[in-house]
């Protein structure tokens, strides 16, 4: 069964550029999330998405970012137009069932992202 | 508010030697605490899990991690490191009830270098 893939793996942009991250769930698992660790900070939460509903955006960091999973498959984070602070790394992850005690959340490799 | 603390950000042993990665938490709520793991340019990967069963969890590659709710820790041992054990580890709590969708708050991370 493939994991959570993501793509892609590293990517340098200009400041100023646009940049989309793609992220494909495991198959089955409605539950996908976004998170990012940008240089010298924690990992932090981004936004849920349940099926193709934002069931949780609190931690988008500004209407630069824009999160889709149009049909509840893949999702895509666009970043437009990208800044400096921008630059981190970039995880998906996703898990079956919502809210679960103990539901196991996989991880993808991350999206690195470089902004210059 | 809930919040996790990785006591140490780097942490040195010699291999064969044991490990113990440690780690508190806060939460106002039973959490479900997690480790994972990073490798160099790899994505996170899950150690093991408590969920309100047993006390003591036993996760891959010899890791094992002790809940002790007196003491609102969850760190991490294993008997003998490897050279192979050498990555950045974080101590993970995850949400639930009242709401709360199971999103995960990171420790800060603990980087473990295994000497020859």
């Known amino acids: 069964e493939a994991g959570v893939t993501q793509f892609p793996s590293h990517s340098v942009i200009e400041k100023g550029q646009t940049v989309t991250l793609r992220c494909d769930p495991i198959?089955?698992?409605?539950?996908l999330y976004w998170y990012r660790r940008v240089m010298g900070k924690e990992i932090k939460f981004l936004l849920h998405f349940v099926k193709e509903s934002k069931q949780d955006e609190s931690g988008m960091p500004n209407n630069r970012f824009l999160a889709e999973r149009t049909g509840g498959t893949y999702s895509t984070l666009k970043v437009q137009p990208a800044e400096l602070e921008d630059s981190g790394v970039y995880f998906c992850?996703?898990?079956?069932?919502?809210?679960?005690?103990?539901?196991?959340?996989?991880f993808g490799e991350g999206s690195w992202l470089t902004v210059v | 508010a809930q919040s996790v603390t990785q006591l140490d950000s780097h942490v040195s042993v010699s291999e064969g030697t044991p490990v113990l990665l440690r780690c508190n938490y806060s939460s106002s709520y039973s959490p479900s605490l997690f480790w994972y793991v990073q490798h160099p340019n790899k994505g996170l990967q899950l150690l093991l899990k408590y969920t309100s069963a047993a006390t003591l969890v036993k996760g891959i590659n010899g890791f094992e991690a002790e809940f002790k709710k007196s003491e609102t820790s969850f760190h991490l041992t294993k008997p003998s490191a490897h050279m192979s054990d050498a990555a950045e580890y974080f101590c993970?709590?995850?949400?639930?009830?009242?709401?709360?969708?199971?999103?995960?708050?990171f420790g800060q991370g603990t980087t473990l270098q295994v000497k020859p």
């Open positions: 992850a996703s898990s079956q069932e919502e809210g679960a005690p103990g539901n196991t959340i996989y």
């Open positions: 198959s089955g698992h409605d539950n």
């Open positions: 993970v709590v995850s949400l639930y009830g009242s709401g709360n969708t199971g999103k995960l708050i």
